[in-house]
């Protein structure tokens, strides 16, 4: 991983009084150029959501609304506060996720969020006692778990039982119902079937499969529009660097051929992108306290671990590692280095989960002092991660921009 010089001067500029010895490193920019980039490409009634549990830090809420994304869509009312907060109106937020409390349902009524996303019957109808009490109509997306799955993500959410959305194959017995209800205002669907994708057929694949949804459903209830359909997110990154990034130019291209094919000009779209936007924009580091020989192999142990940069052991994925040598004085002569080997690197919970780098991983040189530094780590990176285990100190979030 190549850090550009602004990055690197950043984080040796912290490194080198460390009032905390570790931290994520925030610069927003790459965000903002994707935003942009996607919105310059995408047609105009694809609209771009910022999925804001991949990073809840307010300067990513900022460059979103900075960056002119048409809204967020939030999972939780403390989301909804944080993204109020950030300068949102609670009209650009749209809700998903299972188990909304009456609490959070009664407020995104009251505050008119643009849709609720209906997870499910029981929801469907807490959502309509709530619209009565306050003599409100709320428009709804209903959220559908669809009887496929997405070849080649990182993660299927979809095609098995789940808690997420209401099953394809219960559809015709649960719809009728939700359509009845008289202050819900269907609007259309959301299925969002795999995260992590990079192969825009994979995508492509998702969205022909939801559009012939969409038909179906308006073939079968008279009077009946899907308007809006959501893809939710999915994005993927390429954790591995293998050099097959996700495509923007690609998706764009492609999404106008089958918007154009299935004649779905008069619809709207979303996206609720987390991951692609915001995982480039953050790095983690950590200071190497210790290495040490271990039985053939050397142990790297950094002042935080998986309980400060969970998600690569949470996922099995390894995030891209550059060590910055900081030519610290020895402790004693002769300790241990790190040089052009695979090492394990963790941190120093009291257990062997406790890994950075959940597979053995290639160091050209590593010495005690140095600064580990874990890229792609701006999305679900912090708030993703256990930090009170063990009490130790939560990383600094420092912002460049
Ligand atoms: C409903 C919903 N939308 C969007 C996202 C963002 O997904 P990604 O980060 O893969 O873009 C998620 C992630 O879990 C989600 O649950």
Redesign the pocket.
């Known amino acids: 991983m190549q850090l550009q010089p602004h990055i690197l001067a950043a984080i040796r500029k912290h490194a080198e009084t460390p009032a905390q010895r570790s931290f994520y490193l925030y610069d927003t920019a790459p965000m903002r150029g994707k935003i942009k980039n996607l919105k310059a490409l995408l047609p105009e009634n694809v609209r771009i959501y910022y999925?804001m549990?991949?990073n809840p830090h307010n300067a990513f809420l900022v460059a979103a609304g900075e960056s002119d994304a048409h809204g967020i869509?939030i999972?939780s009312l403390g989301e909804a506060q944080k993204a109020v907060d950030a300068g949102f109106s609670p009209e650009a937020l749209i809700f998903?996720?299972p188990g909304k409390s009456p609490e959070e349902l009664a407020w995104s009524v009251s505050n008119r969020i643009e849709t609720v996303h209906i997870e499910s019957l029981t929801e469907a109808h807490r959502l309509e006692a709530i619209c009565a009490t306050l003599g409100q109509t709320q428009d709804i997306l209903v959220r559908v778990n669809p009887n496929f799955h997405i070849h080649g993500a990182q993660a299927n959410f979809s095609g098995d039982s789940s808690k997420l959305g209401v099953d394809e194959s219960r559809l015709n017995e649960i719809l009728p119902q939700i359509l009845a209800l008289p202050h819900l205002n269907f609007r259309g669907l959301h299925v969002?079937s795999a995260?992590?994708i990079l192969e825009i057929k994979d995508l492509l694949k998702n969205c022909e499969l939801v559009f012939n949804l969409a038909r179906r459903v308006e073939d079968t209830y008279q009077g009946v529009r899907c308007d809006i359909i959501d893809f939710?997110?999915?994005?993927g990154i390429d954790y591995l660097e293998t050099g097959n990034d996700f495509s923007p130019e690609t998706y764009a291209k492609s999404l106008k051929g089958m918007i154009d094919k299935f004649g779905f000009n008069d619809r709207q779209f979303v996206l609720?992108?987390?991951?692609?936007l915001t995982a480039d924009s953050g790095w983690y580091c950590t200071e190497i306290l210790d290495i040490k020989h271990s039985l053939g192999k050397k142990q790297v142990i950094c002042a935080g671990g998986a309980h400060q940069f969970r998600r690569p052991v949470a996922l099995g994925i390894n995030h891209p590692l550059t060590i910055i040598p900081m030519h610290r004085p020895q402790i004693f002569e002769g300790q241990e280095v790190a040089d052009n080997e695979s090492v394990f690197i963790g941190g120093p919970l009291c257990n062997t989960a406790d890994k950075l780098a959940p597979k053995d991983i290639h160091v050209d040189r590593a010495e005690i002092g140095d600064i580990a530094v874990f890229g792609l780590a701006g999305?679900y990176g912090y708030s993703m991660s256990h930090l009170d285990f063990l009490s130790h100190a939560h990383p600094l979030e420092i912002v460049l921009r």
């Open positions: 999925a549990k991949a869509e999972a998903t996720g969002y995260s992590g939710g997110g999915g994005f609720e992108l987390g991951r692609y999305a």
